[in-house]
């Protein structure tokens, strides 16, 4: 089945350090890639998706990029601030017309930016 | 209403009780998820809806648990003879298809089991 790896947390960075949280997949055919993003006391929010190789998801200075011959899906920001604290996790879904299209979500990864 | 909405946010029961949890999700979407976040833990895959189709149930953790999804629309995940490791986050999700389309998270149901 299908199954999502990404670093452990925590990571702690100071403000405008550069961040990278690696993840990566194991999945049949062309998965969608996702990265979500839980702020402290917030819900899951989407923060980027790819749908096909070689695609970039960006939003909000984060960026990933679908790799299918490394099967990864990492995500890197240049330069974090504060406010970029929260926990994230990246997921994959089948493609649409699949038979099953369930979220499937790496564990998480806590990140905290200090001042 | 906006957004998925899930209730209660809180939820203190004691151990052995059942307990009901209900999502609202986006008006239109077909696709309505159910996890759970453990303290400290990623999210786990409980139950998936999507549109007339059977549910995958594969991620139920046991027979105690069980969810229907009523007219397409409104969820319940319910719980029985809870015990103290069902204490978690319950997350729902719905989105408009599946597959690549994003999917919108409740805020979700704090269960304490005590």
């Known amino acids: 089945g299908n199954s999502v790896t990404q670093m452990e947390g925590p990571v702690t960075l100071s403000e405008e350090a550069f961040l990278t949280i690696n993840c990566t997949y194991t999945a049949t055919g062309y998965p969608s890639l996702f990265w979500y993003v839980q702020y402290p006391g917030e819900g899951l929010q989407l923060l980027l998706k790819?749908?096909?190789?070689?695609d970039k998801g960006s939003n909000k200075g984060f960026e990933a990029t679908y790799r299918k011959e490394t099967t990864s899906f990492h995500l890197e920001k240049g330069s974090v601030q504060v406010s970029d604290s929260a926990v994230y996790f990246c997921a994959l879904s089948d493609p649409p017309g699949a038979a099953g299209n369930k979220l499937t979500f790496g564990g998480g990864t806590r990140v905290l930016v200090k001042p | 209403g906006a957004g998925v909405s899930q209730s209660p946010s809180n939820k203190v029961t004691e151990k052995g009780k059942d307990v009901e949890l209900r999502c609202d999700p986006i008006?239109?979407?077909?696709?309505l998820y159910w996890y759970r976040q453990s303290l400290g833990q990623g999210l786990e895959f409980l139950i998936y809806?999507?549109?007339?189709?059977?549910?995958?149930k594969s991620g139920l953790p046991s027979d105690r648990f069980s969810a229907e999804r009523t007219g397409g629309s409104v969820s319940t995940l319910t719980i029985q003879r809870t015990q103290q490791e069902d204490s978690a986050v319950y997350l729902c999700?719905?989105?408009?298809?599946?597959?690549?389309?994003?999917?919108?998270f409740g805020q979700g149901t704090r269960l304490t089991v005590v």
């Open positions: 999700a719905s989105s408009s298809r599946a597959g690549n389309t994003e999917a919108f």
């Open positions: 790819a749908t096909k190789a070689d």
């Open positions: 008006s239109g979407h077909t696709a």
């Open positions: 809806f999507q549109g007339n189709s059977a549910p995958d």
